[in-house]
């Protein structure tokens, strides 16, 4: 076997991403598996990251990279990665006794540190793997951490397979426990009885806007906001035949049924739309007979023993649904914030500029608004406002207390970390 200085994966990553990097090589597996830390009193602090060695890739006769030193490599580089992953558990360990004998899981978890792990996460990243690979990857190591303590219990709109479940996952990782509940009522009802730390309800969708019902149940909860998630939405048709000429029913909810309007305008014009509870409900039903169609995610079609009839059917390419985590308790400043802020606002000429005045001035940027009827005050109008910052850090603060002397009532409903990808 012979090596091959012209061929190398670090030229393989500059190709696939157009960054120059090198593949490298701290020390042997064996030794970073010896290395492991034990926490103690008197450790250090972490090193800096090791410049790893340059190795050339081994190849065959032909001048193919040599399939069993490539995968020798990877073992060792396997072996690395776990030891420090294993290293890495026993130090979020270590920082769960630093805060302390608490009373629950949920007073472990740190939305803005986890924020701003992340953050580092995108920051290093060089390629090949996108952003999103990276981050869901490390979000499930400190999802694994964190569950030492014991699993987060997470509410969501239930059944098994919705987008809201997707969510959960994607925001907490595989280690939280996913509560699947009927409606986003009982998600609200659940966190606030303490029976799941936290809940993820559906907000917005990028095409069909926001979702009316979910921002009223902040009228009348104390729940606070404590994060969003952004989830890519695709959406399939799914039938228990696979043939789309069987097809004389769909369902779906209604804000999928919405966002595949067109599709099924030019293909399933004839066909009755009947509006679930749940997506998942609609693939419920659909498998239960041959004339019947459900619109939901892919894995639905795995959960509910269905047939992919065609997909992705969303009529726009950037179909995104935004979620809010909601719970009971708020958090510190990440450094990239959005504060979420009910206002209810007096009836008196230029009540809602004196509200937006102190924001302009202060450059605060304002990226939705929305007048909802205030509960029980006849043509009274709550405004849902969202702003960039922590409603604890100034200028948002300052702002704050000013719009506080013209407003009927502000309610702070949460300051939490920008979504990262
Ligand atoms: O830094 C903390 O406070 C931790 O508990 C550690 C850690 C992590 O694994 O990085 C785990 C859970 C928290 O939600 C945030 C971060």
């Known amino acids: ?64 990279p040599d399939l069993l030193s490539v995968r020798a490599q990877i073992d060792g580089i396997d072996h690395e990665i776990q030891s420090l992953i294993a290293e890495r558990a ?6 769960g006794k630093a805060k302390g004998k608490l009373a629950a899981a949920v007073d472990y ?111 009348t909860s104390p729940l606070m906001i404590c994060g969003e998630v952004e989830l890519r939405v695709h959406q399939y048709l799914l039938s228990r035949t696979g043939h789309i000429e069987d097809i004389e029913r769909v369902y779906s909810h209604a804000l999928s049924l919405a966002q595949c309007k067109a599709w099924l305008r030019q293909n399933l014009p004839k066909v009755e739309k009947h509006a679930m509870v749940s997506n998942a409900e609609g693939a419920r039903r659909a498998r239960n007979s041959d004339d019947a169609a459900a619109i939901a995610g892919e894995n639905a079609a795995h959960a509910y023993g269905l047939k992919v009839v065609a997909g992705p059917i969303e009529d726009r390419d950037d179909n995104t649904t935004r979620f809010l985590v909601i719970g009971r308790s708020s958090f510190p400043p990440s450094g990239n914030d959005r504060t979420s802020l009910l206002v209810f606002i007096r ?16 450059m605060i940027s304002m ?31 300052d702002a704050l207390a000013e719009i506080d002397e013209f407003a009927g009532e502000v309610r702070v409903l949460g300051s939490y970390p920008v979504a990262v990808p």
């Open 109 to 219: 978890y740190r939305p803005e540190r986890e924020a701003q792990v992340l953050r580092r996460v995108v920051d290093r990243n060089e390629g090949p793997l996108s952003d999103e690979v990276l981050v869901r990857l490390f979000r499930e190591i400190m999802s694994a951490c964190l569950a030492q303590q014991e699993p987060l219990k997470i509410g969501f709109l239930g059944p098994e397979g919705t987008f809201s479940q997707q969510a959960v996952y994607k925001h907490f990782g595989h280690s939280a426990k996913a509560l699947p509940l009927a409606t986003v009522e009982e998600v609200f009802d659940e966190v606030a009885a303490g029976h799941a730390d936290f809940g993820v309800v559906p907000v917005e969708n990028s095409g069909t806007g926001t979702i009316q019902s979910t921002l009223d149940l902040f009228l």
């Open 367 to 397: 990226n939705r608004i929305e007048s909802r009827p205030a509960h029980g005050k006849l043509w009274q109008y709550a405004f849902f406002i969202d702003v960039a910052g922590h409603a604890e850090e100034a200028p948002l603060k």
């Open 90 to 95: 026993l130090w979020a360990h270590q920082v």
């Open 1 to 64: 076997m012979t090596t091959d200085k012209r061929r190398t994966p670090a030229k393989a990553a500059k190709t696939a991403t157009g960054t120059a990097r090198s593949v490298t090589k701290t020390s042997s597996a064996k030794t970073a598996a010896k290395t492991v830390a034990k926490p103690s009193a008197k450790a250090a602090p972490v090193a800096a990251v090791k410049e790893r060695k340059q190795v050339d890739i081994p190849v065959d006769a032909q001048g193919k």
């Open 347 to 362: 009836d008196q000429p230029g009540a809602l500029y004196r509200i937006l005045e102190p924001l302009a001035r202060r």
